[in-house]
T-cell receptor, first 112, second 115 residues
Framework: SQQGEEDPQALSIQEGENATMNCSYK?????LQWYRQNSGRGLVHLIL?????REKHSGRLRVTLDTSKKSSSLLITASRAADTASYFC????????????FGQGTRLTINP | EPEVTQTPSHQVTQMGQEVILRCVPI?????FYWYRQILGQKVEFLVS????????KSEIFDDQFSVERPDGSNFTLKIRSTKLEDSAMYFC?????????????FGSGTRLTVV
């Protein structure tokens, strides 16, 4: 299967703490992307990391990619209540396919 | 910031009826997609569209589904004879180029309920 898997499925932390979510996949990839989805809403692109990159930062977000382990992590530092959402990783395979293959997602709850 | 616009936001339809979900991608984007998300499940790829033709489709995208780009702005998904299991959130997405430089821009989705 090409489906990505994420863990944890749900994460609840206190405001100000850091949140780490992990993602694994099974194929060779062109890139891996992280998206946020607020309840019942659309998907918002957060960050894209290419297969030849190991780490990328964007504001309070830090993404790592380990192609040897076929895994990625998303770190949100100094979490805020507004970060409460579901977070999905999605990868684009190396060969041919344009489609994104999404993981199951992590439901993140930031408690004030 | 440019947006992908989807209409309607909600649609309720009877089983067996045809529905058309509409999307206006970002104007200078070249690649267009439909994804769906059944409640509580992961986002699934349906179809990609480039240069006025389907470039890839999933097993879900059977003969009941079709896509069109009837003019320079709209991108539609038609389900010919809806089934209960078609109930889902349908997302349209677009991107400017194929290369690994930017992510996709998704619309806010159309929640389709088949009764």
């Amino acid at each position: 299967s090409q489906q990505g898997e994420e863990d944890p499925q749900a994460l609840s932390i206190q405001e100000g703490e850091n949140a780490t979510m992990n993602c694994s996949y099974k194929t060779s990839i062109n890139n891996l992307q992280w998206y946020r989805q607020n309840s019942g809403r659309g998907l918002v692109h957060l960050i894209l990391i290419r297969s030849n990159e190991r780490e990328k930062h964007s504001g309070r977000l830090r993404v790592t990619l380990d192609t040897s382990k076929k895994s990625s992590s998303l770190l949100i530092t100094a979490s805020r209540a507004a970060d409460t959402a579901s977070y999905f990783c999605a990868h684009q395979a190396l060969q041919g396919a344009q489609k994104l293959v999404f993981g199951q997602g992590t439901r993140l709850t930031i408690n004030p | 910031e440019p947006e992908v616009t989807q209409t309607p936001s909600h649609q309720v339809t009877q089983m067996g009826q045809e529905v058309i979900l509409r999307c206006v991608p970002i104007s200078n984007h070249l690649y267009f997609y439909w994804y769906r998300q059944i409640l509580g499940q992961k986002v699934e790829f349906l179809v990609s569209f480039y240069n006025n033709e389907i470039s890839e489709k999933s097993e879900i995208f059977d003969d009941q589904f079709s896509v069109e780009r009837p003019d320079g702005s709209n991108f539609t998904l038609k389900i010919r004879s809806t089934k209960l299991e078609d109930s889902a959130m349908y997302f349209c997405a677009s991107r400017m180029e194929q290369g690994a430089r930017n992510g996709y821009t998704f619309g806010s989705g159309t929640r389709l309920t088949v009764v």
